[in-house]
């Protein structure tokens, strides 16, 4: 599998490292070093994607990147939540999200869950805080790696100019199956994050991502847009938080921010 990685990667910056000798975190003045945890899944979808496009990997991401440009980050939630709300049991107009603005996408989106805790808005209480901080600890280690890794030895790290470290889920895409969305939504919506809070992609597996957050959301108003902002994108980031409101406050105290999806 990682021979097969290490092909469909060839026009890229990448380094093969022994899971015994890597050193976390990854950092390196002026570039982004991402984990690269190998997968069947990735390394499949990186096989059909370069075979039915009949390029090099750098060609297709030259060519997704102008999507990438071209979407406003509203439009990108919309189709986020749109492939979302296809299934959902709701009226055709309650579906319809074309035009409208963020909060409208979010209410729609919001509709599936309607009447569940974990919409609550609200702010935590003191010791509610206290145990959002005490449960708030990095998913970045060689144990985690370990686990995530499969029949192989190694990880690949992928090296990106700055300022370019929201290409990343197009160089190794991963996505477009059951709720996770597609490598160039994912790519938009790191360019967004990456632009209001300095936010670089640390890792991925075949079903998740972990990134850094360069500042924080000042106020809880930002921070709560913020975590809506994720629950389109990830619904699963509320299983370890009670509420919305919850999630907002672990948003403007920690900087890991990830996401896997089902």
Known sequence: MIEELVDSFASCDIEVVAVEELSLPLTQEGKHRILVVPSYNIAEMLEEILEEEEKSLAEVVDRELKEVHSLSIVDTFRRIAESILVDAD???EQKNLEGKSFEDI????????????????????RE???????????VLTTEWVREKIEAADDVIILTLPAGSGYEAPLWVPMGGYNECPLPVYQAAVFKHWEE???????AVTQDKWVLQAGTRPLTYEAALRLSKEHFIFCQYVLERFDTLGHYADYLMENNEWDFWWD
Not at 128 to 136: P, S, V
Not at 196 to 202: E, G, N, R
């Open 90 to 92: 709701l009226p055709l």
């Open 106 to 125: 979010y209410a729609a989106y919001a509709l599936v869950w309607e009447g569940h805790e974990m919409l609550n808005e609200k702010m935590a209480v």
């Open 128 to 138: 509610e805080k206290i145990k959002i901080e005490t449960e708030a600890t990095s």
């Open 196 to 202: 209001q809070y300095h936010v670089t992609p640390l």
